[in-house]
């Protein structure tokens, strides 16, 4: 995201920049096009200087597209007529474009060209003058963009084209940006100390930690008792503002580790839980899923890139079957020989989880996979204070995706009814004619191909390696212990509270100390509760 | 010879063997000259040395899930913690010898700012301690965890799962700096060892001899609990845990004793091991390891006292021929073997050999019964019954 916010600047500034320019406040005797020219023939830093500002008093949108040129220092003149272009490398050459309206100008060899020199100075006054620039643009996300660059800049110098531009602004949430913008600038101005603790009040509104430091340094700094005592009440404020979505930022990160291990135990849930088989291969069934989305991704980048965007629909189908195949060949050749012998099936499990990391890193290499987000995937957004990825959110919607589908598959399907049954009374259910072998390897190959759709979701934000699966085998194991055996509802509720209590703890105890005292505390719950939060009562509980 | 009677031939025969090997295998490596071909090079001393800490190992699985059927898979835990207190002590001899020359602190506690050591490093400067130590910390731990654990009737594969846990929440602890036992390197470059430089050819024949002098007692150790009326108690409870609790006695105390001697014997095997491969690091807490431990006991045949010894062995003699040649190869076969192991050979090498022994007499009886001879001389009374 990071990345792309400069990217998405430059593609609008090139939108707008393009545009004919009806700006504001343009002053009708200066003209752009002209002053744009003084750049070229050598001159002094100071002369270059000077032609910025002459630039960005102009008001001129089109300018901005020039001054981002010379900042880049992408902004050249030729050598035979000292006329300024914008120039990218095309080859040998140079492909040169007007400064302004960024149509190109044919290509020149490099020689011919010279680039107008700049040093950091030169590129301060340009992003200030950007932001002055900008504060008039058409679009408003612009506008406001440029009000937080100059709210994060805190310049008294930009106090008066602020309130010039907060006059003319006619969107609210601009507005607001643009006071927040203008406070910040009169916090660290000469203003009277009453302005200043209004100020303090506009930014103990906005919040945010950005506010809380600006408010921290003036606190220090400022002789007024009034304006000491507005800014401490705001910083109190800011405070418990940012306690309050640190909690809620806390709440979400735990939902989404939860939703992470509710993926990666919801496949055990079934082949533990339902049919009581140890399956120690689970985590490598999630491992192949995320290896059959790297491969899928590699097919489609090699015969058809324009299906990126689906390839993770494309993968979920076939890591279902991959790792359901696999799974239905463990039962079929292993795990029914085993059936009534937990020990043995551990160990055997084990084993076969041996041989498929061994296998995977013979074919694809030790070493981590890069496995592509699409696009809807990347990318974040703010809620109040807290940043949330796109990534993470689609995976808690995944997971309950599956939950559901996994509920309804087993109430409300003919094969789930016969999973019930089978497990329920194996014999009693034979009797009623239903192939209970047959059922033990589809319940089987389901709960391995759910992992195997985890896996598909994991290798969106876990490093797709041979691995993968041991990092989630011994977490799965706890969430469903935790939940209770045999009960979906049980691994939900078990997931979630793992994965919120793991990310409260981290605050206070660190990552790695923190997953520790949740092994201890489940083992500490497993003696007080040996059959789970949600134990099933009744007829269902084996001797 | 009571002692051969009481255990049987096989063990007797197992133990004379170890005895010999710490005998013969020290001589043949310092008093045969090189070129002699009975002479054993000195790289072989310290792994040979590292298989008879493992097979004492097996043999602390062994006891809990041969003859107590606790199927432990955090024996790694109790193994890496006796190293750790080893550990401990080969640290503090190191002395102002360390890359920082400090004389009190070891390197990494140097390089990481502390100035002073931490409490529970006091006293590991002595041996003694340093050996309380590493009967002490795995012992205490497993008798706390298993308190819990059997008291709320913790069995099967949720014991199994907790002790897993158990090791993995350990790995991730040792894991961090702050831990203060070296992170991520663990313990290393250590110099002598009461004295002995560690790197010498006699030091090493002597960590050999002590270690196979440890597993023969441990042997004797088990085979003699296992023999007693405890021993029967711990196969009761084993095969039938309700029925024993219900002719009244306690299976939990049965188990929490089984589990705590074993953990001890775990650590001992650790602390033997560490001198002698000269490192002790987080990588012995992963889960995997204790697994391993599992396999050796299995393939050699649980509940047998000599398989899990042999199992032990054979496989790690395996791994290092297989890691040596095809490295790629040896999970392959180490995961093929946990699978054929309990598929085919359940009863582990040892135990099917015993089976199809007891068949072959059994058919052999019967037939010399049809044959109406009187009784059949070859059917001893079973000194057990």
Redesign the interface.
């Known amino acids: 995201m990071n990345r792309l916010i400069p990217w998405l600047l430059l593609c609008l500034g090139a939108l707008l920049s393009a545009a004919p320019g009806a700006a504001f406040g343009q002053t009708p005797e200066a003209d752009p096009a002209a002053i744009v020219q003084k750049f070229g023939g050598k001159q002094s830093f100071d002369a270059t200087e000077a032609v910025v500002s002459e630039l960005a008093a102009t008001g001129d949108e089109r300018v901005a597209r020039a001054l981002r040129a010379l900042r880049d220092g992408d902004l050249y003149w030729r050598k035979s007529d000292e006329k300024v272009f914008v120039a990218t490398r095309k080859g040998d050459d140079y492909e040169i474009f007007d400064p302004l309206s960024g149509d190109s100008a044919g290509t020149v060899a490099k020689g011919d060209l010279e680039k107008v020199r700049v040093k950091n100075s030169i590129r301060n006054a340009v992003t200030g003058a950007l932001g002055t620039l900008t504060l008039r643009a058409d679009n408003p996300a612009q506008r406001m963009r440029a009000a937080d660059t100059l709210f994060s800049e805190g310049d008294p110098e930009m106090v008066a084209p602020l309130d010039a531009a907060i006059a003319a602004e006619t969107d609210p949430a601009v507005k607001t940006r643009m006071q927040e913008a203008r406070a910040s600038a009169v916090l660290v101005s000469d203003r009277p100390a009453e302005e200043k603790a209004a100020a303090a009040k506009v930014l103990a509104a906005r919040g945010d930690r950005e506010s809380l430091n600006k408010l921290t340094a003036f606190a220090a700094a400022t002789g007024d008792a009034a304006a000491k005592k507005a800014a401490e009440s705001a910083i109190a404020a800011i405070e418990s503002n940012i306690a309050f979505w640190n909690q809620a930022q806390n709440v979400w990160y735990g939902l989404s580790l939860g939703s992470v291990l509710l993926l990666a135990a919801i496949g055990l849930a079934i082949t533990f839980g339902v049919m009581g088989v ?1 399956n120690m291969a689970h985590g490598e069934m999630v491992m192949l899923g995320a290896y059959t989305t790297f491969v899928v991704q590699e097919v489609i980048r090699a015969n058809a890139p324009g299906l990126f965007e689906f390839s993770l629909a494309i993968a979920l189908p076939l890591a279902f079957l991959v790792s359901g195949a696999v799974g239905l060949v463990m039962e079929r050749f ?1 795990i029914r ?2 059936y009534g012998r ?7 499990t ?10 995977v ?2 074919i694809f290499g030790p070493s981590n996979r890069q496995v592509g987000n699409p696009d809807f995937m990347s990318g974040a957004f703010d809620v109040g204070l807290m940043s949330v990825t796109w990534n993470r959110l689609w995976i808690i919607v995944f997971a309950l995706v599956v939950f559901a589908a996994l509920l309804l598959v087993l109430n409300r399907t003919p094969l789930g009814l016969q999973m019930r049954a089978v497990t329920q009374n194996r014999r009693m259910a034979a009797a009623m004619g239903i192939r209970t072998p047959w059922v033990d390897a589809l319940t089987f190959a389901l709960g391995s191909g759910i992992a195997g759709i985890a896996g598909v979701a994991l290798s969106q934000i876990d490093n797709v390696s041979p691995n993968l699966g041991q990092g989630y085998i ?1 977490d799965s ?2 969430v469903v ?1 935790f939940g209770g055996v045999g009960n979906l509802w049980g691994t939900l509720v078990g997931a979630m509270t793992l994965g919120i209590v793991n990310k409260f703890l981290e605050p206070f105890a ?1 990552a ?2 923190g ?2 005292v949740v ?2 505390l ?3 719950f ?3 509760r ?1 059959r789970g939060l949600f134990a099933q009562k009744g007829r269902f509980v084996d001797a | 010879m009571i002692l051969a009677r009481f255990l049987g031939p096989r063990v007797f025969i197992l133990v004379a063997i170890v005895l010999a090997a710490a005998i013969l295998v020290p001589a043949s490596n310092l008093l045969l000259p090189a070129s002699h071909p009975l002479h054993v090079p000195s790289y072989l001393v310290p792994l040979f040395g590292k298989y008879v800490c493992y097979a004492l190992l097996a043999l602390a699985l062994d006891l809990v899930w041969g003859y107590v059927g606790i ?1 432990s898979l955090g024996h790694g835990a109790f193994f890496a913690l006796g190293g750790y207190a080893m550990g401990m002590y080969l640290m503090r001899q190191i002395g102002p010898r360390g890359v920082y020359g400090n004389p009190i602190l070891p390197d990494f506690m140097v390089f990481l700012n502390w100035k002073e050591l931490p409490w529970y490093w006091t006293g590991f400067d002595q041996f003694w301690f340093a050996c309380l130590m590493v009967v002490l910390v795995p012992g205490l731990l497993a008798f706390v965890f298993g308190f ?2 059997f ?4 069995t ?3 014991l ?3 002790t ?3 090791t ?2 350990l790995l ?2 040792f ?2 700096n702050d831990m203060g036992f070296g992170g991520n390197n663990g313990l290393t470059d250590f110099k002598d060892i009461l004295g002995f430089p560690i790197q010498a050819g006699s030091t090493r024949a002597g960590l050999f001899a002590a270690s196979c002098v440890a597993l023969a007692i441990a042997v004797l150790f088990v085979g003699w609990i296992t023999r007693s009326k405890l021993g029967k108690l711990m196969i009761a409870v084993r095969d039938a845990e309700s029925r024993t609790r219900f002719i009244g006695w306690r299976p939990e105390y049965v188990k929490l004793f089984a589990f705590t001697v074993s953990a001890v014997m775990a650590g001992i095997a650790g602390a033997l091991y560490v001198p002698q491969v000269g490192i002790i690091n987080p990588g012995e807490f992963a ?1 995997v390891n204790s ?1 391993e431990v ?2 050796w006991a ?1 393939v050699g045949g649980r509940g047998t006292l000599i398989g899990p010894v042999l199992g032990a062995l054979l496989v790690n003699y395996g791994k290092t021929v297989f890691t040596a040649v095809l490295p ?1 190869f040896w ?2 076969m ?6 054929f ?3 085919v050979l ?1 009863r582990g090498i040892v135990g099917t050999i015993d089976h199809g022994f007891d068949a072959f007499r059994a058919t052999r009886r019967a037939r010399a019964a049809e044959k109406g001879e009187a009784g059949g001389q070859d059917a001893v009374p079973n000194p057990a019954e």
């Open positions: 140890i292993l020989f085993l937990p020990l043995e099936t551990l160990l055997a084990f084993g076969v989880s041996l041989i498929l990391q061994q296998a890193r013979t011994i194991f706890m212990v660190g790695v100390l997953k520790i092994l201890v489940i083992i500490l497993i003696q007080k040996p | 199927l819990f654990a008291r709320s009737r913790v099967g594969v949720y199994s799962i907790i897993q846990a158990m993995y929440a991730l602890a894991f961090r889960p697994i599992v396999v299995a790629e999970l392959f180490l995961g093929g073997l946990f699978v192991v309990t598929l359940p």
